[in-house]
């Protein structure tokens, strides 16, 4: 079953990425911008705009020449350290790809399948050829459904092919016991990146995202060959939004607890009536299983009841309409501009669309990621990164047990129990132990849809197949080519694929202070996710369970309350503030990371002084560091969007934090009356 709110909730991944399709339409290759020039500490000081003062705006002191020299490509939505390196990696992935392409694979390898996977996209003429007509028997299928049940079947199916039903779910372990899988089933099916585009009326963007919406679901039918399309197209606009009346919202789907709603098989028809739970289960493959975990218990109510009370042919119409639009990146031409107007250049404020290469890279690192990851590991991850990597987790570790010894406000017997959790912690560095096996997944060279349709059933039966089976924990929830990291409290750990470990975040050639800022905080960021609102729910063996006390739970409180007013305060796009609530763990993890790897790069001195280098001190260079790997522009449709659906604050704005620790403003001479100038008693600290 797909991955949904919960699994995001879970993973507390790292960096933002924004809604875009899996793969779009060719376009012009945009210029890319010149990379930074680095100085002999290894920081981009040509990147900086000296003459603002750190105290006034410290993201523009340490990236203002940078912000100010630099174009977002036409075919990005965003651009910042972070999408440079994905672009790297994109570069990479594609020439080890197309070197499996080549005719030295053996033949059924997982190399000769990715190479045959990333040929089948870029044979742009045989998609073009066959239209719309590999869709043609799954809309037949969906127009010959003939009562409740069936919508409900089809939802199940729909769970094989990735589709987003008002109703699915996912394969993950059991958030009260980590050492069994479980069947969690919750909210979804809307085509609009989230339940505030159709219900806020005061937001003109989400009343243009509306309008535009209506029309792409029009088009796409039109596309199709299915008629009355306007008509149809405002019946499933107008389920939507009943569906989307049923969700609750991203701050609340955060709270990890409230997810954990088992009910028995049994009873589930009881529990949660109007809804034939027997035929999706069945076609969903997981009718055998006792018990599902429900992770919104009134959106699944209030949809169940929806799919009893609403026509049978808005039903169909609107599953016919999700079908083209989640085929519609992989079919011909028109489908695929239709689908970048509305998710690229609507939603994001994008451009251009992606050239074709790209859109094949992250269809076969959609579909392959791991085959990939080996070729990518084998060819641009030397093994000296991850023993430097292993060195500087030690260490990050040791300043958050130093603290978490020292924390005033939490009592001594959860303070033992926090500390054990973070001695049980595993750490993850640039790649798997195991590769994944795809040895049963059919790829070929001549078929691009049905390459993506039978990679997302294999990836659903590899998640089917771990029910009741022990745990595999050395499984990975990232691919080692992609640039981010995560925290997952279930593994009591924290993982580091490859591609983050490179400049800015990773320099094995650059001075100490300026690794401590950037891979440093980075470290101490998903270390302390473990103890962030959400992480602290989990226990020392990484169960969901309440071990705090409850004076230190009100205690936390009243330091997480100042962050969410903190962050609250600040305003990305005129009239669209920060949600310090939705963003709380992530604006958490940042402020204990900063603090970690500070103390950190002091423990790695040995009390020794540290050398000033070209003019800039040790913590200098440390708070450069940190503000340089967030290097943010984006595009105010993509910022909107963010601000709404996203658990991180805007790249740009996450370089703040310093204004919380005293060392920078003892750095950077900060003085009163400057405008991120916070008075001591006001400078939050947590860990």
């Given at each position: 079953?797909?991955?949904?709110?919960?699994?995001?909730?879970?993973?507390?991944?790292?960096?933002?990425?924004?809604?875009?399709?899996?793969?779009?339409?060719?376009?012009?290759?945009?210029?890319?911008?010149?990379?930074?020039?680095?100085?002999?500490?290894?920081?981009?000081?040509?990147?900086?705009?000296?003459?603002?003062?750190?105290?006034?705006?410290?993201?523009?002191?340490?990236?203002?020449?940078?912000?100010?020299?630099?174009?977002?490509?036409?075919?990005?939505?965003?651009?910042?350290?972070?999408?440079?390196?994905?672009?790297?990696?994109?570069?990479?992935?594609?020439?080890?790809?197309?070197?499996?392409?080549?005719?030295?694979?053996?033949?059924?390898?997982?190399?000769?399948?990715?190479?045959?996977?990333?040929?089948?996209?870029?044979?742009?003429?045989?998609?073009?050829?066959?239209?719309?007509?590999?869709?043609?028997?799954?809309?037949?299928?969906?127009?010959?459904?003939?009562?409740?049940?069936?919508?409900?079947?089809?939802?199940?199916?729909?769970?094989?092919?990735?589709?987003?039903?008002?109703?699915?779910?996912?394969?993950?372990?059991?958030?009260?016991?980590?050492?069994?899988?479980?069947?969690?089933?919750?909210?979804?099916?809307?085509?609009?990146?989230?339940?505030?585009?159709?219900l806020v009326k005061d937001n003109?963007?989400?009343?243009?995202?509306?309008?535009?919406?209506?029309?792409?679901?029009?088009?796409?039918?039109?596309?199709?060959?299915?008629?009355?399309?306007?008509?149809?197209?405002?019946?499933?606009?107008?389920?939507?939004?009943?569906?989307?009346?049923?969700?609750?919202?991203?701050?609340?789907?955060?709270?990890?607890?409230?997810?954990?709603?088992?009910?028995?098989?049994?009873?589930?028809?009881?529990?949660?009536?109007?809804?034939?739970?027997?035929?999706?289960?069945?076609?969903?493959?997981?009718?055998?299983?006792?018990?599902?975990?429900?992770?919104?218990?009134?959106?699944?109510?209030?949809?169940?009841?929806?799919?009893?009370?609403?026509?049978?042919?808005?039903?169909?119409?609107?599953?016919?309409?999700?079908?083209?639009?989640?085929?519609?990146?992989?079919?011909?031409?028109?489908?695929?501009?239709?689908?970048?107007?509305?998710?690229?250049?609507?939603?994001?404020?994008?451009?251009?669309?992606?050239?074709?290469?790209?859109?094949?890279?992250?269809?076969?690192?959609?579909?392959?990621?791991?085959?990939?990851?080996?070729?990518?590991?084998?060819?641009?991850?030397?093994?000296?990164?991850?023993?430097?990597?292993?060195?500087?987790?030690?260490?990050?570790?040791?300043?958050?047990?130093?603290?978490?010894?020292?924390?005033?406000?939490?009592?001594?017997?959860?303070?033992?129990?926090?500390?054990?959790?973070?001695?049980?912690?595993?750490?993850?560095?640039?790649?798997?132990?195991?590769?994944?096996?795809?040895?049963?997944?059919?790829?070929?060279?001549?078929?691009?849809?049905?390459?993506?349709?039978?990679?997302?059933?294999?990836?659903?039966?590899?998640?089917?197949?771990?029910?009741?089976?022990?745990?595999?924990?050395?499984?990975?929830?990232?691919?080692?080519?992609?640039?981010?990291?995560?925290?997952?409290?279930?593994?009591?750990?924290?993982?580091?694929?490859?591609?983050?470990?490179?400049?800015?975040?990773?320099?094995?050639?650059?001075?100490?202070?300026?690794?401590?800022?950037?891979?440093?905080?980075?470290?101490?960021?998903?270390?302390?996710?473990?103890?962030?609102?959400?992480?602290?729910?989990?226990?020392?063996?990484?169960?969901?369970?309440?071990?705090?006390?409850?004076?230190?739970?009100?205690?936390?409180?009243?330091y997480t309350d100042k962050v969410?007013?903190?962050?609250?305060?600040?305003?990305?796009?005129?009239?669209?503030?920060?949600?310090?609530?939705?963003?709380?763990?992530?604006?958490?993890?940042?402020?204990?990371?900063l603090n970690i790897a500070y103390?950190?790069?002091?423990?790695?001195?040995?009390?020794?002084?540290?050398?000033?280098?070209?003019?800039?001190?040790?913590?200098?260079?440390?708070?450069?560091?940190?503000?340089?790997?967030?290097?943010?522009?984006?595009?105010?449709?993509?910022?909107?969007?963010?601000?709404?659906?996203?658990?991180?604050?805007?790249?740009?704005?996450?370089?703040?934090?310093?204004?919380?620790?005293?060392?920078?403003?003892?750095?950077?001479?900060?003085?009163?009356?400057?405008?991120?100038?916070?008075?001591?008693?006001?400078?939050?600290?947590?860990?």
């Amino acid at each position: 079953m797909t991955k949904r709110n919960l699994i995001g909730a879970a993973m507390l991944a790292l960096a933002t990425t924004l809604a875009q399709p899996a793969v779009a339409q060719a376009a012009p290759a945009a210029a890319t911008p010149a990379k930074p020039t680095f100085g002999s500490f290894g920081f981009d000081i040509a990147g900086m705009d000296r003459g603002v003062a750190p105290g006034d705006d410290f993201y523009k002191f340490a990236n203002g020449g940078w912000d100010k020299a630099t174009a977002i490509p036409e075919d990005r939505a965003s651009w910042g350290s972070m999408v440079v390196l994905r672009d790297l990696s994109d570069q990479r992935t594609r020439a080890v790809i197309e070197e499996s392409a080549g005719a030295h694979a053996a033949p059924g390898s997982a190399t000769q399948k990715v190479g045959d996977y990333f040929a089948s996209f870029m044979d742009e003429a045989a998609i073009e050829a066959k239209g719309a007509t590999p869709l043609q028997p799954q809309l037949a299928e969906i127009a010959a459904a003939k009562s409740a049940s069936d919508i409900a079947r089809l939802f199940g199916e729909d769970q094989w092919l990735g589709i987003d039903t008002p109703i699915g779910g996912g394969v993950e372990q059991d958030l009260k016991d980590n050492t069994v899988y479980a069947v969690y089933i919750g909210q979804g099916g809307l085509g609009l990146p989230d339940r505030d585009y159709y219900l806020v009326k005061d937001n003109p963007k989400f009343a243009e995202a509306r309008t535009k919406y209506q029309a792409y679901i029009a088009q796409l039918l039109t596309l199709a060959g299915i008629g009355d399309a306007a008509a149809k197209a405002q019946r499933i606009f107008d389920l939507e939004t009943k569906i989307a009346q049923t969700h609750w919202t991203r701050a609340e789907s955060r709270q990890i607890d409230k997810l954990y709603n088992p009910v028995a098989t049994a009873d589930i028809a009881a529990t949660y009536p109007g809804f034939d739970w027997h035929a999706f289960l069945t076609a969903a493959g997981v009718a055998d299983q006792p018990q599902i975990v429900v992770t919104q218990p009134s959106a699944v109510t209030g949809i169940a009841a929806l799919v009893a009370s609403e026509p049978l042919d808005t039903w169909k119409d609107y599953l016919a309409f999700r079908a083209i639009s989640n085929a519609a990146p992989l079919l011909s031409k028109p489908f695929v501009d239709a689908n970048f107007a509305l998710y690229g250049n609507t939603l994001a404020g994008t451009p251009q669309l992606k050239e074709r290469w790209k859109r094949g890279v992250d269809l076969v690192n959609g579909g392959m990621g791991e085959a990939v990851g080996e070729l990518y590991v084998a060819k641009y991850f030397p093994p000296e990164s991850k023993a430097k990597m292993e060195a500087l987790v030690a260490n990050l570790r040791t300043a958050l047990d130093g603290r978490l010894s020292r924390l005033a406000w939490m009592a001594p017997e959860t303070k033992a129990k926090a500390r054990a959790k973070l001695a049980a912690f595993t750490s993850k560095i640039g790649y798997p132990d195991t590769w994944r096996d795809y040895g049963k997944l059919e790829i070929r060279r001549d078929d691009a849809f049905g390459n993506a349709q039978r990679a997302r059933r294999f990836e659903y039966q590899r998640n089917l197949d771990k029910i009741g089976k022990p745990v595999d924990k050395s499984e990975w929830g990232m691919t080692p080519q992609t640039v981010n990291a995560y925290a997952n409290p279930l593994m009591n750990e924290i993982v580091f694929p490859a591609a983050i470990l490179q400049a800015p975040f990773f320099d094995p050639n650059a001075d100490d202070a300026i690794n401590y800022g950037a891979i440093g905080a980075v470290i101490g960021h998903e270390l302390s996710h473990h103890f962030d609102d959400q992480g602290r729910k989990f226990d020392p063996q990484g169960n969901l369970a309440d071990w705090w006390t409850a004076e230190d739970v009100t205690r936390f409180k009243t330091y997480t309350d100042k962050v969410v007013a903190q962050y609250g305060a600040y305003e990305p796009i005129p009239g669209s503030h920060v949600n310090g609530e939705l963003t709380l763990g992530e604006n958490m993890a940042d402020l204990a990371g900063l603090n970690i790897a500070y103390d950190a790069y002091q423990l790695s001195l040995h009390g020794k002084p540290a050398p000033v280098i070209d003019g800039y001190t040790a913590d200098q260079r440390f708070f450069l560091g940190y503000a340089q790997v967030w290097r943010y522009k984006a595009r105010d449709a993509a910022v909107q969007q963010q601000l709404t659906t996203d658990p991180h604050t805007p790249g740009n704005w996450r370089p703040y934090v310093v204004r919380n620790l005293d060392a920078w403003y003892k750095a950077f001479d900060v003085k009163p009356g400057q405008t991120f100038y916070l008075a001591p008693d006001q400078r939050i600290k947590v860990w």
